[in-house]
């Protein structure tokens, strides 16, 4: 009897499940995260949003927080909004890897103390599982980002 496995068990003709490298899906839901949270449709980006989502700041700011839930979420967003006037968060690329997303910002707004003007690049990463986010972290950099959704 000849096996389809061949001598070194795995080979052509095998019919082994595959994961696809990443969802086509995902990139799409956090576009619409973010499309309605820009809209200030806040209803309807929590509907992509698991109940237990968790949110991390970047490790370097003071006293990085993680944020869970909807209400953390919500806190997360009221915390930056407070500390920042004509806030903006502009999407810039999405990079899907696996289960996650990698997504260039432009974070763009005046210091609500100071007036000082912020333009910098940030980066979020998202995890999404059957189509809602289960978990998103902020990066100061493309770099940081990339190599934690390689983790």
Known sequence: ???????????PGANLPRRPAHSPGNVEVVR???????ARDYEGGLALLDPGIEVRDRPEVPDPRVYRGHDGVLDSLGATQAAFDELDLVPEAFMPAGDTVVVV?????????????????????????????????????RDDALRAAER
């Open 1 to 11: 009897m000849t096996s389809s496995l061949g001598p070194g068990g795995l080979g």
């Open 32 to 38: 619409e995260i973010y499309r309605s949270f820009r």
């Open 105 to 141: 910002l432009g974070f763009r707004g005046r210091g609500r103390g100071s007036g000082v003007p912020v333009d910098e690049e940030l980066c979020h990463r998202w995890t999404v599982r059957d189509g809602l986010a289960t978990g998103l972290a902020v990066f100061s950099t």
